[in-house]
């Protein structure tokens, strides 16, 4: 679901802002099924399903590493999950309903230990947010594919790996019966259209 812009013409002055559609009057549709690979969550010894992160509830999920410094990249994403879970924090009928997943692109740093400092930091009872990583790329990839999410290793040019791990940033919403129903990318990561969203998407269960 896209925001509208429309101009306002007041006084010989022209007004533009977005116009967001009523939560409800819209639907959205079934994109595909969330994907199943193995995931790890505080500890290297107990793997999971990803789809126990992403069923039951709904889910807005995407991947990132911690040492991206790419302002269009990670810290956008960063951003835009703080004020949704800002927002889920803040609004009751969301308690228990709405979770938030980072996946790290990055697992040879971004271990459990690392990763669990983190959602100790930013998850709560009425917004979790669970930071989950793999026990390597191999592990990553099938994960990364399956969402059609491009991500590589940059190299310098004496062929070393660097830290940096080019990607698009995609943001997958996910209903409780783990369907993607919306994919937001940079250019159209509004935090008002997600929670506008994860709304449509609660009235369908009641």
């Not at 951003?79 to 990055?106: G, I, Y």
Request: net charge negative; proline share 7%; glycine share 4%.
């Amino acid at each position: 679901m896209l925001a509208v812009i429309f101009a306002m013409v007041t006084n010989q002055q022209t007004i533009a802002g977005p116009v967001y559609p009523e939560v409800g009057t819209y639907k959205l549709q079934r994109i595909q099924p969330a994907p199943s690979g193995w995931v790890l969550e505080n500890s290297p010894w107990l793997p999971r399903r990803l789809s126990s992160y992403t069923k039951g509830k709904i889910t807005l999920f995407t991947f990132f590493y911690s040492t991206c410094r790419d302002p269009d990249g990670c810290p956008k994403a960063w951003e835009a999950f703080q004020k949704v879970h800002a927002s889920v924090q803040a609004n009751k009928k969301f308690h228990s309903k709405v979770r938030l997943v980072f996946l790290s692109l990055d697992p040879k740093v971004d271990t459990p230990e690392m990763m669990s400092m983190f959602q100790t930091s930013m998850s709560t009872p009425e917004a979790p947010w669970s930071f989950l990583t793999t026990w390597s790329e191999s592990f990553l990839a099938p994960i990364l594919n399956d969402l059609y999410v491009p991500a590589a290793r940059e190299f310098d040019d004496a062929g070393k790996r660097t830290d940096i791990i080019n990607h698009l940033i995609k943001v997958f919403l996910i209903d409780k019966e783990g369907w993607v129903r919306e994919i937001y990318t940079t250019r159209f990561l509004d935090s008002d259209v997600i929670i506008s969203d994860i709304g449509t998407l609660l009235l369908e269960e009641e």
